[in-house]
């Protein structure tokens, strides 16, 4: 099992930065795939960014060359480095896991799901 914990959303101008984190429990989690995906009020869950088992990164268009996805495997955390950010980035951002494994896209293919953190992007 493992539980998976969202901080770092807040705030921010546009064009500025934050840096959200996803501290997940249990080792194996360093060796899962991973993403980020976001979800505003109506609109289906989105998918951001993920990284597979072996550091392949996915990023949407949207956020290509503005967001970074990485994992630092000694602290079990998750992180998504967001540059440049656009009020149409305002939403509920979610970490998620699955099992060992190249990048996944898709939501559903994701066991495990953090509660979600709240970033507002304001122009």
């Known amino acids: 099992q493992v539980q998976l914990v969202e901080s770092g959303g807040g705030l921010v101008q546009a064009g500025g930065s934050l840096r959200l984190s996803c501290a997940a429990s249990?080792?194996?989690?360093?060796?899962?795939?991973a993403g980020w995906f976001r979800q505003t009020p109506g609109k289906e869950r989105e998918l951001v960014a993920a990284?597979?088992?072996?550091?392949?990164?996915y990023y949407t268009e949207s956020v290509k060359g503005r967001f970074t996805i990485s994992r630092d495997g000694a602290k079990n955390t998750l992180y998504l480095q967001m540059n440049s950010l656009k009020p149409e980035d305002t939403a509920v951002y979610y970490c998620?896991?699955?099992?060992?494994?190249?990048?996944?896209?898709?939501?559903?293919?994701?066991?495990?799901w953090g509660q979600g953190t709240q970033v507002t992007v304001s122009s």
């Open positions: 249990g080792r194996t989690f360093r060796r899962y795939f």
């Open positions: 998620a896991a699955g099992g060992i494994g190249p990048v996944v896209v898709t939501a559903t293919d994701y066991d495990y």
């Open positions: 990284i597979g088992s072996s550091g392949t990164t």
